[in-house]
């Protein structure tokens, strides 16, 4: 790849219609301040069923939950997008970049199904460039792909399923070199020792990371995703969302479980020390050809006979996720690390598929 800086623009990227998209308003927009009496939502005045609060809508911009995030994670406010999951601004980043019929992105399997299924769902092209043999990205590949109607580039780091974190500087040569919007999915960041690239999006104008509380923060029905971009980018996110896309079940229960870095620092030691314990016991099976060295909380593991030994498992009660017919990734089954018990049940139930 050449290096050149990056000519990136906005406007130049964005779809005409949401360019000249005037958002929903509602009646918590309008409105801020005090006030005793609201008569502006067609809301039930005389409460809910359940519990307090629950009666009135939610704040749009979740102002209190992104506080506390800018504090934990030391991004500003402006640059925080909180969706419905990470798959939420998955589906947003298309629908505000990609003309259906016109545009392209760029995916490098093996990686997480949804950025195909959500290229499909919004009808837009997509090119694979597959990772190489050691799962780290193809620049000369990407760079052949990339054409002028290229909006977006999906890079997950650590990746699903392989477990390993892209090079930084394969995904810095791309920020530098492309003009269109570079995608850093690090839901799983927080079991790696790389740093996050939420440190640089002063430098790269066409950086998004991707995070959630669906992992590490043990919070994945609650549905909590975060984007982090520059504000310019953060605005059209916020200008397509659904007015009230974080229910305030959510954002209640969130602004207390961020209270709780501690324990959640404690579970990444132990699911760390779990991954390495596991990815060692079986990597000595001589059924067990390669374990992928994992930056997450699952492993993926070469092995011999992977169907009849994920349905043997499933007989057991244990599911793991069978990998094994994606390209790439031929033999594997993913194990996500699971508590010390449920991690030595697998390891046992391995063995004696093996050896009977
Ligand atoms: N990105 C990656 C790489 C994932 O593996 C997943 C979930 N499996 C997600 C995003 C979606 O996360 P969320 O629960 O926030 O929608």
Redo the contacts with the bound molecule.
């Keep these: 790849m050449k290096n050149m800086k990056t000519s990136f623009s906005l406007n130049l990227l964005l779809r005409d219609n949401i360019k000249r998209l005037v958002p929903y308003s509602s009646a918590r927009d309008e409105f801020k301040g005090e006030a005793s009496i609201l008569l502006d939502a067609n809301e039930n005045a005389f409460g809910s069923p359940y519990a307090r609060n629950y009666n009135r809508y939610p704040d749009p911009l979740q102002h209190r939950v992104k506080e506390k995030l800018h504090r934990i994670k030391g991004v500003p406010v402006e640059n925080i997008f909180l ?8 589906d947003i980043l298309f629908r505000a970049f990609c003309e259906p019929g016109r545009d392209n992105v760029i995916l490098v399997p093996p ?2 199904g ?1 950025y195909e299924v959500s290229a499909n769902i919004n009808n837009v092209a997509y090119k694979k460039v597959n990772l190489t043999i050691d799962y780290q990205l193809d620049l000369d590949g990407i760079a052949e792909a990339i054409d002028a109607h290229t909006k977006l580039i999906f890079i ?1 780091s ?4 392989t477990g390993n974190s892209i090079r930084r500087q394969d995904i810095e040569t791309i920020l530098v070199n492309f003009d269109g919007i570079v995608v850093v ?4 960041i927080n079991f790696s020792k790389q740093p996050s690239f939420t440190t640089d999006l002063a430098e790269f104008p066409n950086l998004v990371v ?6 590490a923060w043990g919070l ?1 029905a609650l ?4 984007a982090f971009a520059n504000k310019e980018i953060i605005a059209v996110f916020n200008k397509i969302k659904p007015p009230y896309n974080i229910n305030q079940a959510t954002q209640d229960i969130v602004l207390e479980a961020l209270e709780g870095v501690e324990i959640v620092n404690e579970w990444i030691k132990e699911v760390v020390g779990e991954r390495e314990k596991l990815s060692a016991a079986l990597q000595v099976l001589p059924q067990v050809t390669h374990v992928t060295p994992s930056d997450a909380n699952f492993i993926l593991v070469k092995l011999e006979e992977p169907r009849a030994l994920y349905n043997f498992l499933v007989d057991k009660g244990i599911i793991v996720r069978d990998r094994s017919k994606v390209e790439l990734c031929e033999g594997c089954l993913r194990l996500t690390i699971g508590t010390p018990a449920e991690n030595k049940t697998l390891l046992k139930e391995v063995k004696r598929f093996y050896n009977g």
Excluded: F, V, W
């Excluded at 549905?223 to 975060?226: I, S």
């Design positions: 969706g419905n999951g990470s798959d939420e601004a998955i990686t997480y949804m997950c650590p990746n699903n399923p999915d690090e839901a799983y991707l995070q959630t509380l669906s992992k994945a549905r909590l995703g975060m």
